[in-house]
């Protein structure tokens, strides 16, 4: 079952579309509390005709087949340059050649953006539905992978399980393997990344990202005693790929 509802993230001043997948026997377990999975990216989750590019991860089918009983929250993502401001905790003066000659930086507002999840957005969560806040997991791809590695590093006694999907960590590299190092992420339980051997976008290369992403996993692997780094071959940067990866996250995840 899935709701939808807008909120405004207040330190960006921006409204956003949350979409909410429900467990099947969520209204039948009235005394049930559930495990939330915050998640980026929101339109892409879940049904192909929501998503920006017509091809959703159909995280819903899985859950159900599954029977998994786990709440999702997706957050919508925002349009253009913006995408990459919101999910970029650091600005990134060297991406403008990549995306934009127009502009000095990109990035530098994900902080808020993650103050938001953790200060307003997860307390109506909990407030709305019959979770278990103390068991709350963060997941991304791309630009949404920084964002939660990020999200982990700095929240790590509530993200306590993490994927961090086909990363996009070449963005703030040096800052984010900086942050790793500086935290603390011993109340993380579990830690998922991975890459696929063409993720080649824009002028990012296909080594580019493999490299970026093995470079982080030798520093986190150090600091989270139970993580997974796989390197998929022949995967793509999409959400087809990701797709299809769905069970062998969620499975590291959530399955015991």
Not at 173 to 193: G, H, N, T
């Amino acid at each position: 079952m899935y709701q939808h509802f807008e909120v405004n993230i207040t330190p960006l001043n921006r409204k956003r579309t949350v979409r909410v997948y429900l467990p099947e026997n969520y209204h039948e377990m009235e005394t049930k509390r559930y495990k939330v999975l915050y998640m980026h990216d929101g339109q892409n989750l879940y049904r192909d005709e929501d998503a920006g590019y017509g091809m959703a991860w159909r995280i819903g089918e899985y859950l159900e087949k599954e029977k998994m009983d786990l709440i999702v929250v997706g957050i919508d993502c925002n349009e253009g340059l913006k995408r990459l401001d919101e999910y970029g905790p650091w600005e990134s003066a060297e991406m403008t050649d990549v995306f934009s000659a127009d502009r000095t930086s990109i990035g530098g507002e994900g902080k808020k953006y993650i103050e938001f999840i953790v200060h307003e957005l997860k307390p109506l969560i909990d407030r709305t539905y019959r979770t278990n806040p103390d068991e709350t997991s963060m997941a991304g791809s791309s630009m949404g992978g920084l964002i939660s590695t990020y999200a982990a590093c700095m929240y790590p006694h509530i993200f306590k399980r993490v994927a961090s999907i086909s990363s996009a960590y070449w963005f703030n590299q040096l800052e984010i393997e900086d942050l790793i190092k500086e935290s603390d992420l011993s109340p993380v339980e579990r830690f998922y990344m991975d890459i696929g051997t063409k993720e080649n976008t824009e002028t990012i290369d296909d080594l580019t990202y493999i490299d970026s992403s093995m470079n982080v996993y030798r520093i986190l692997k150090e600091k989270v005693q139970d993580s997974r780094f796989e390197i998929v071959e022949g995967a793509e940067h999409n959400e087809l790929a990701w797709r299809e990866r769905v069970p062998m996250i969620f499975e590291y995840l959530f399955k015991n």
